[in-house]
């Protein structure tokens, strides 16, 4: 079906071809997953039909999808078993090697080289029940894992080694991380992405947590921040500004833009003289990868559309002294609804 709708909307774009890699767009379009290697491994969509491009060592793998799968064994030339006409107008998946589009375009010659994202994203962008009730499963076991975790926090741990038990949480659990999870605290936290260090956490100190698990293919993304013992007054000062601005964003409706729905946060925390510290966008859309359209920034132009998931992240940093975050993901209803129900509070161990 997904295969079908692709290559309805290639005719009505003009693309001859679309060849995607071993990513989340295969995963999409097939229900196969596999790591990008030094041997090509291939989906070719076109002509009304769509087949595998592997080396022999998947063929078996491959067999059962419903896909025919064009085979080649080492020493040979994979690309002398396709027969993509030269001067067609080919789409290639965005997190392709550069290797590989290089000996596509230097065999194929093809009049017109497009990134297949425009296509791709399309088609991804709006979630049907399946996926979202994935997705809010992938949730639930998320949040079930960080509440056991709570009970794993403690004085004079390592940032890292919190980072570690979390992700044991995930594991014992049936599931891996959707990314490498961040924890940070005191000053390490007014940096967003930063990982961990070897930094032990203090009482009193706000500790960031983002956190997420790949479930049956699909990613989430949560934020929260914990405390041992009492945070200080001007971390729940920031704490409440954070909870607002974040509150607000998830009041957006159907048929917003991405900046719209950005500026409902952003504009809290500029009137509290805060802005210079919003650092980031607002959110990000999110499925099988933990960041894909539609994007929640301040320029962006794209109309939220019901059965769109996005994140909703608003966070103030603080150089030196600490930084807040609080993340949940939603799905557009007409309005936007929560997937979360994790309490949003400072959680105090």
């Given at each position: 079906m997904r295969v079908k709708a692709l290559l309805s909307l290639m005719e009505e774009k003009g693309?001859?071809?679309?060849?995607?890699?071993?990513?989340?767009?295969?995963?999409?379009?097939?229900?196969?997953?596999?790591?990008?290697?030094?041997?090509?491994?291939?989906?070719?969509?076109?002509?009304?039909?769509?087949?595998?491009?592997?080396?022999?060592?998947y063929e078996e793998q491959l067999s059962s999808l419903g896909f025919p799968v064009f085979s080649y064994n080492d020493g040979e030339d994979p690309?002398?078993?396709?027969?993509?006409?030269?001067?067609?107008?080919?789409?290639?998946?965005?997190?392709?090697?550069?290797?590989?589009?290089?000996?596509?375009?230097?065999?194929?010659l093809p009049r017109k080289l497009l990134s297949s994202s425009f296509l791709m994203s399309t088609l991804r962008v709006r979630k049907d029940e399946n996926e979202v009730s994935i997705m809010k499963e992938g949730l639930r076991i998320a949040e079930d894992s960080f509440l056991s975790f709570l009970n794993r926090v403690e004085e004079e741990a390592e940032e890292c080694m919190l980072a570690k038990r979390l992700e044991e949480e995930f594991y014992l659990r049936g599931v891996e991380p959707s990314f490498r999870s961040i924890v940070t605290s005191g000053p390490n936290a007014s940096m967003p992405h930063l990982r961990c260090t070897q930094r032990k956490v203090k009482r009193g100190d706000a500790i960031v947590v983002d956190f997420g698990v790949k479930y049956r293919g699909y990613s989430t993304d949560t934020t929260r921040v914990i405390s041992i013992g009492n945070p200080s007054q001007e971390v729940k000062m920031v704490y409440s500004l954070v909870l607002e601005a974040q509150e607000k964003a998830e009041e957006a409706i159907e048929g917003m833009k991405g900046k719209e729905i950005d500026n409902l946060a952003r504009s809290i925390i500029e009137r509290n003289g805060l802005g210079s510290r919003f650092i980031h966008r607002t959110g990000h859309g999110i499925g099988i990868d933990v960041h894909e359209n539609p994007y929640i920034s301040q320029d962006s132009e794209e109309i939220i559309k019901r059965g769109m998931t996005f994140t909703v992240e608003p966070g103030i940093y603080l150089q030196g002294k600490f930084g807040v975050r609080i993340e949940d993901m939603v799905i557009m209803e007409g309005k936007a609804r929560k997937m979360n129900t994790l309490e949003k509070d400072i959680f105090i161990v």
């Open positions: 693309i001859d071809y679309v060849i995607i890699g071993p990513t989340s767009n295969m995963f999409y379009l097939t229900g196969f997953s596999e790591e990008q290697m030094e041997r090509p491994l291939l989906l070719i969509v076109g002509k009304g039909e769509a087949f595998f491009l592997a080396s022999k060592i690309y002398s078993k396709l027969k993509i006409e030269k001067g067609s107008s080919i789409a290639v998946d965005d997190q392709l090697w550069s290797k590989f589009t290089v000996e596509i375009a230097n065999t194929f």
